[in-house]
């Protein structure tokens, strides 16, 4: 299965369950891996004939920045359901992360699988 990848796309958003956290918008981080046979792209040259990686980008940012999650399994769920509504996306791999939300660490987050079978 052929992949499109979208990597360390940074969103500013409410995430978080302490008062501080819903207070003012934060970094969250987000990678996508989708899955998809993008062969027919290949030999076509049109954008028509692949999932569009910008789209799902701007979806992605929209989603965090408007969300107000406690979560970040909720967000990435969020995330991979929307992906998932596109019929040629057979499965997706979410990353949410919240980088310096623990103290000593460049980041913490979760990483989730979801497939058309699922």
């Excluded at 981080?29 to 692949?50: P, R």
């Excluded at 989603?63 to 979560?71: D, F, S």
């Amino acid at each position: 299965m052929d992949k499109i990848f979208i990597k360390d796309l940074i969103a500013r958003g409410i995430i978080g369950v302490n008062d501080s956290e819903r207070e003012k918008p934060q970094e969250i981080l987000i990678n996508i891996i989708l899955y998809a046979d993008i062969s027919k792209a290949g030999a076509s040259d049109k954008l028509e004939d692949t999932v569009s990686y910008r789209t799902i980008a701007k979806r992605a940012i929209a989603h965090a920045e408007m969300a107000k999650r406690y979560t970040v399994e909720a967000l990435a769920t969020d995330i991979a359901q929307f992906c998932l509504e596109d019929p040629r996306i057979e499965k997706v791999c979410v990353r949410v992360e919240k980088p310096g939300a623990v103290r000593f660490s460049k980041s913490v987050g979760v990483e989730i699988e979801r497939s058309r079978e699922s």
